[in-house]
């Protein structure tokens, strides 16, 4: 899946800078969801920095690209948790999203207020991963 979402992102990219869009005005959304199975969509959520690698292979300007993910309530929560209804999937979508933003600069939620703490724990764990390359 990861190759795809690479080959995917590739040649859209390649097209829109073709016909007159610069890069700095693109963003990356890999496409949690949209018909995946649930092995997919957890592919892509702990291959968000591979995917940006691989793409700024052939595109440099892509690595400093935002990366959006949206794993709010989808259905591959409910597979895994058993949450038949998409606000039961909220816990779910909190562990989503902090295994997923280490690798994205953006994500889409419905329950601001509780993801909120998941990004700002993936923030500080974040610059602490930094400082540490630093020294």
Request: aromatic share 6%; glycine share 6%.
């Amino acid at each position: 899946m990861i190759m795809f979402v690479k080959t995917y992102h590739q040649n859209y990219t390649h097209r829109l800078e073709m016909s007159g869009i610069p890069a700095w005005r693109i963003m990356i959304d890999p496409g949690i969801g949209f018909s995946k199975k649930t092995e997919h969509n957890l592919d892509i959520l702990m291959g968000l920095p591979d995917i940006r690698e691989e793409i700024a292979k052939r595109i440099l300007a892509i690595f400093h690209a935002p990366m959006l993910i949206g794993p709010s309530r989808k259905r591959f929560l409910a597979e895994i948790y058993s949450c038949p209804t998409t606000a039961e999937r909220d816990p779910a979508t909190i562990a989503s999203v902090t295994a997923g933003v280490l690798g994205a600069n953006i994500v889409r939620v419905h329950n601001v207020k509780d993801n909120l703490d998941a990004v700002k724990l993936c923030d500080a764990i974040w610059i602490q991963k930094i400082s540490h390359k630093k020294s």
